[in-house]
Every structure is written in C-alpha cells, then in structure tokens.
C-alpha cells in the first residue's frame, strides 16, 4: 500500500487558534467554558472535557468565575453584550477572517444593503453572520431558493468560509440576474479552498481516498463529496477504528485528508493503522 497524506489536511488557522487559547487557559490555570462545542470533531471536545473545559448553550449557563471562550466560527453581537451585563470574563476565539466578515456586514447594513449571505442557515457562523447586519438578509444554499425569493434592488453578498466554490457561484450567478446593484465579496476562506483543490487532486489519483474528521462536521462533510466525485472508493472516518480494512488491498494507493476541524492526532492515528495493517 502507497499512502499519500494531504499537506493541507487537518486544523485550518481559525480552528488551530482556538484550540491553542483553550490549552493555554488550562494551562494557566484559568476556569473556562466555550459557547456551543469549540470544534466539531467529538473526539477532540471530549478531549477538552476531560482535560476540564466543558461547553455551555449560552451565557447564562456560564457560572461565576468562569471565564467563556468564543470559538472560531463567531457568535452575534448579542452574545458579547450579555456576556457584558453578566460581567463574564471573554476570551475571543473568532477567526480573524470570520470577524472581518461581520465587519463588512455591519458596514454595508448600515447603508442600507440588503445582506445576503450564501451558505447554510443553521450553520453557527452563518447565524453569527446574520446576526450583525443591521439591515434585511437572506440566506441562500440553491439556485432555487433565490429564484423564490423576493428581493431587493441593492445587495451586499458574501459567503459561508468553508461553502463549495461550485455552490457559492452556481447560487451567485441566480443572485446577479435579479439584483441590479450588487457588491460580492467571496469570503472563502483559502484554507477552505486549498483543501479542496488537493482533495480533488488526491482522490482523482487514488485508489482508497479516507477523509478524516467528525461526521457532525460541515467542511468535512463537502470534503468528502468533493472526493466521492473522483474516487468511488471514498470513506470518511472519524477514527482509526472506523477505517474500512475489508475494503483496502495491500497494492492500493491510498490517500488521506482532514477537515478543518480534525486534530493531527486523530490524522496520525488513521495513519499509523493503516501503516500497520498495510505494511
Ligand atoms: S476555515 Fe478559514 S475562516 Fe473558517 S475558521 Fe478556518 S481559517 Fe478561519
């Protein structure tokens, strides 16, 4: 077996960085708390859980002396005055390339844009988004969607960091036949993209494509899309537990990758199995 290993799988800088605050609260010995799971990979948050930092629905679960950890995907301004009036010490996780978002759509809004944001409207980032505009927005993942909508005649769009390139223009091409005056900011984020194009790349060469990372996770879930489209024999895997043996040949060429949220660890361990079983 021939194991190739993605140079931009795993942890992205936004979830690489949150990561980092929460071990260093721990390690400096400061009580914490993240709103909603730090990342979406189980392993890594009961990993957190056991090494003490627990995560709470909202800030008012947040008990004295706790100190509450934002994570990479943001949170609406609401958040940071509640925090406030309850007088929560805040440790600020959101991506640099996240707030810079909320700082666009904050400044459009005001000028009264509509704000349309392309992407998954339960995804919490895309909340977070919505939450900061100050105008009407919409939240569209189809064609179809737009084509239903009714919309206004000025719009600021931007984008869910970790969204399909093909979805966001498929959708963004709908948008620019119905609103005359429009601004687009493509708010992908690089480390979404690069990902992408070297899981295309990787799966469309090999003979086993394993993409690591947890199944509640969105960017990891359109990874492993992405490489169901080139290699039919693409599996996604939580754990090395989960990595399918019976369906692996000793000659294979197999290749692996990580979603944005997935810990190193969890991507040494899947390739240490298969090191092992397919030496
Ligand atoms: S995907 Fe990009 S924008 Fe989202 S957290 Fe990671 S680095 Fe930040």
């Known amino acids: 077996m021939k194991l190739v290993i993605g140079k931009h799988a795993g ?55 706790e100190t509450l950890i934002l994570r990479s995907h943001g949170v609406a301004p609401e958040v940071y005055e509640e925090a406030r009036k309850r007088g929560i010490p805040v440790i600020d996780a959101t991506c640099p390339h996240v707030a810079a978002i909320h700082r666009l759509v904050r400044e459009y809004s005001g000028n009264s844009d509509a704000v349309i944001i392309i992407g998954e409207a339960d995804h919490p980032e895309v909340k977070a988004i919505a939450g900061w ?4 927005v919409f939240i569209f993942n189809d064609p179809e969607q737009v084509r239903q909508a009714d919309l206004p005649e000025r719009a600021l769009v931007v984008a869910q960091t970790t969204i399909k390139r093909e979805r ?27 990902r992408q194009e070297e899981a295309e790349k990787l799966s469309a060469e090999a003979d086993v494509m394993i993409v690591v990372g947890g199944h509640n996770s969105s960017n990891t879930n359109k990874l492993y899309e992405t490489c169901c489209q080139r290699c039919t024999r693409s599996y ?8 399918p043996t019976d369906a692996i040949q000793k000659t294979d060429r197999v290749a692996l990758t990580a979603g944005a949220s997935t810990p190193q660890w969890l991507l040494n361990e899947v390739a240490e199995r298969l090191n092992s079983l397919f030496p």
């Not at 505009?133 to 009407?136: F, K, R």
């Not at 966001?168 to 984020?189: A, M, Q």
């Not at 996604?236 to 990595?243: F, G, H, P, S, Y």
């Open 11 to 65: 942890f992205c800088f936004g979830v690489k960085r949150a990561a980092e605050e929460a071990y260093r609260c721990l390690d400096a010995g400061i009580t914490c708390v993240t709103l909603g799971p730090l990342i979406h990979n189980p392993q890594e948050v009961e990993r957190l859980r056991q090494a003490g930092i627990a995560s709470v629905d909202s800030p008012a679960q947040v008990k004295q002396g």
């Open 133 to 136: 505009a100050e105008s009407t």
């Open 236 to 243: 996604l895997v939580e754990t090395a537990d989960e990595i």
């Open 168 to 194: 966001f223009e498929s959708v963004l091409e709908e948008i620019r036949c119905r609103i005359p005056d429009l601004t687009v900011k493509n708010t992908i984020c690089a480390a979404t993209s690069q």
